[in-house]
């Protein structure tokens, strides 16, 4: 008896330590959140692109997990990243443009924060969209932000970089910047001049810098948001492959039953006048664009190994919203919610996860995805949040966890009405002349909100027209159901439900 109580109180001994050593950081895995900006969910060969070459992420796929539905709070990139690293939605946040205003400022939550008190050293190599710059000096150990226009305090290259974006596009308000649409020439700059693979050597260094104790890395890419360019081999890797470069739904649209703020866009920016063999160009250098990254996430994946760090490391590649990719005609994204926008890849390879290779249907949201990585990582946090974490997706196998998915974005003052369709060409025309972005005033305006669940999305506008999809029959959303007199009730339930969520300016 006196033996059994002494190993008993040995071995309560040696847990306490265990849990001291957690405490304070040892034996933590790193965590490692690889990010795309724009990018489409299917944009992938392991989501059955079969144009599209991405071995790389495929790869830590087929190692992990790959969840097929993973959705982002807001289909614009300072309000998604926010929510995603504060487990809030835009509402919460107060978050609704990409101004640097909107950034996580000091004294803000974000769950950096709790890593780095837990003993994380935290690093970011790549777009930022996300942290305020006294935020950043004060929680990250490493800050290296590049835009897509060229890395913040740069060298000569970096300095090279900005000036051939920023004097190479069509004239406008914002100078001759590479802009939305196609850009038929490569990037005239090396390889490994270039941003994509600049991040992913940033990344490496900081990995070999602080592989002795755990890490929180946040590799970020500004690509394959616009301007979709990329240098050779990338730009040239699928002019070949025209032919067999299509997604549904990418010539043809019913303007009339979908928001007005759409249809604007397309016509302002002139994709309506596009080629079917131009649209697919924008297309195939996007395509270049995600080669080139995979081939940077293929350089990190090698070096943790070459560390002896990838068994230990959690990493996971998403992206912080999607874009239209050519669909609807319309190369990049609106104020909208169609899947393409607010649908994103997600792949997440854990430590010692035995059943790879793994597809899960489950249903989450962006500002899901720290807390599971905190919680998985045994880091805690006091702040409310709206998010909830899915661990038991990814170490019970769970296959549910959302019914519901909501998403907003816009700003509070209101767009300006819709006008008829024979007015509008003369108004566009010179409109246009002044300005090709005059088209902001209908897609950034007027808040909006959308709620998704049983195979059916409704979208609220303020300012434009109500959406209604049969997502699950209706997969691209052409036939827009919110006027048809047999879905009134459900219109009906689905956009009370969404108003009880109180998003911020949203409602009648």
Request: charged share 25%; aromatic share 12%; hydrophobic share 35%.
């Amino acid at each position: 008896m006196i033996l059994h109580i002494r190993i008993s109180l040995m071995t309560l001994f040696l847990l306490s330590l265990l849990a001291s050593a957690g405490s304070s950081g040892i034996g933590r895995p790193n965590i490692i959140v690889i990010k795309t900006d724009d990018q489409r969910w299917d944009s992938l060969g392991i989501y059955g692109d079969k144009v599209v070459k991405t071995p790389h992420i495929d790869a830590l796929a087929h190692e992990g997990t790959r969840f097929e539905n993973v959705f982002t709070a807001s289909p614009l990139c300072v309000p998604s990243r926010t929510s995603f690293f504060s487990g809030k939605y835009p509402t919460r946040t107060r978050r609704y443009n990409n101004s640097a205003e909107n950034h996580i400022s000091l004294g803000e939550f974000s769950f950096i924060e709790p890593l780095k008190k837990a003993g994380y050293t935290i690093g970011l190599s790549g777009k930022n969209h996300a942290f305020g710059k006294k935020y950043a000096k004060k929680w990250f150990d490493c800050f290296e932000e590049f835009s897509p226009w060229g890395r913040y305090g740069g060298n000569s290259t970096d300095k090279a970089i900005k000036k051939f974006r920023s004097t190479s596009g069509p004239k406008s308000r914002l100078g001759n910047m590479l802009l939305e649409g196609l850009i038929d020439f490569p990037e005239p700059f090396k390889e490994e001049e270039c941003m994509t693979a600049r991040i992913a050597d940033e990344a490496i260094r900081f990995v070999e810098k602080n592989q002795k104790k755990p890490f929180f890395l946040h590799m970020s890419f500004p690509a394959p948001h616009w301007p979709n360019i990329v240098c050779e081999p990338y730009f040239s890797m699928y002019k070949d492959s025209l032919d067999e470069i299509s997604l549904a739904a990418m010539d043809d649209i019913d303007w009339d039953t979908h928001p007005f703020a759409h249809y604007v866009q397309s016509q302002c920016t002139g994709f309506d006048t596009m080629s079917k063999k131009d649209r697919r160009k924008v297309l195939a250098v996007m395509y270049g664009q995600i080669t080139f990254i995979d081939k940077s996430v293929g350089r990190l994946v090698a070096a943790l190994k070459s560390l002896k760090l990838y068994e230990n490391s959690v990493i996971l590649f998403t992206s912080d919203q999607g874009c239209f990719g050519g669909q609807f005609g319309l190369p990049c994204k609106t104020k909208g919610y169609y899947e393409s926008l607010i649908r994103v890849p997600f792949v997440i390879k854990m430590p010692g996860d035995k059943k790879l290779g793994r597809v899960t249907p489950a249903q989450v949201s962006n500002i899901d995805v720290m807390p599971t990585l905190l919680a998985y990582a045994g880091v805690k946090f006091q702040e409310e949040i709206d998010g909830q974490s899915f661990l038991s997706v990814l170490t019970e196998k769970k296959d549910s966890h959302r019914s519901t998915i909501y998403s907003e974005v816009g700003l509070p003052q209101m767009p300006p009405a819709p006008m008829s369709k024979s007015e509008y060409p003369a108004y566009n025309k010179k409109r246009s002349k002044e300005d090709m972005f005059w088209f902001i005033e209908y897609t950034t305006r007027g808040r909006s909100a959308m709620i998704r669940q049983n195979g059916w999305k409704y979208c609220y506008y303020n300012g434009d027209i109500e959406e209604l999809y049969h997502y699950k029959n209706d997969p691209l959303e052409l036939d827009n159901l919110a006027t048809h007199p047999d879905h009134q009730d459900r219109k009906a339930k689905m956009k009370a439900e969404l108003f009880k969520q109180k998003f911020e300016g949203v409602g009648e």
